[in-house]
């Protein structure tokens, strides 16, 4: 079976779902990432996991105890995109690849 991709609206996005986005401030995939999603138009929250606690927990239990960043969270799905992949998050977001 053949698999399709739309593109969706960047203007659309943000109401179709909720990303937020877990980084550190030294991390150059981060950079790639919000630069990749801001590129689009594509609304995020960013989270600094090595500020929150929390959140460094949550990286670490959806990546099997391991600290990947960027970890995307999309709606209810995750995503990593250590390292940096942007064919993986353009589809992952099914958003074109090139702005």
């Known amino acids: 079976m053949s698999r399709e991709c739309t593109w969706v609206h960047p203007i659309l996005w943000h109401s179709m779902a909720e990303i ?3 980084t550190t401030g030294w991390c150059p995939d981060c950079w790639r990432a919000k630069k990749f999603l801001k590129e689009r138009g594509v609304a995020f929250h960013e ?4 500020e929150d606690v ?31 992949n942007a064919h993986k998050l353009a589809e992952a977001l099914n958003v074109p690849l090139n702005p």
């Not at 989270?47 to 090595?50: K, M």
């Not at 959140?55 to 390292?83: F, H, M, Q, W």
Request: proline share 5%.
């Open 54 to 84: 929390a959140a460094e927990e949550l990286v670490l239990r959806v990546n099997d105890g391991r600290r990947k960043i960027p970890t995307l969270k999309i709606g209810e799905r995750y995503v990593t995109c250590s390292p940096f």
């Open 20 to 22: 937020t986005v877990y």
């Open 47 to 50: 989270v600094n996991i090595e």
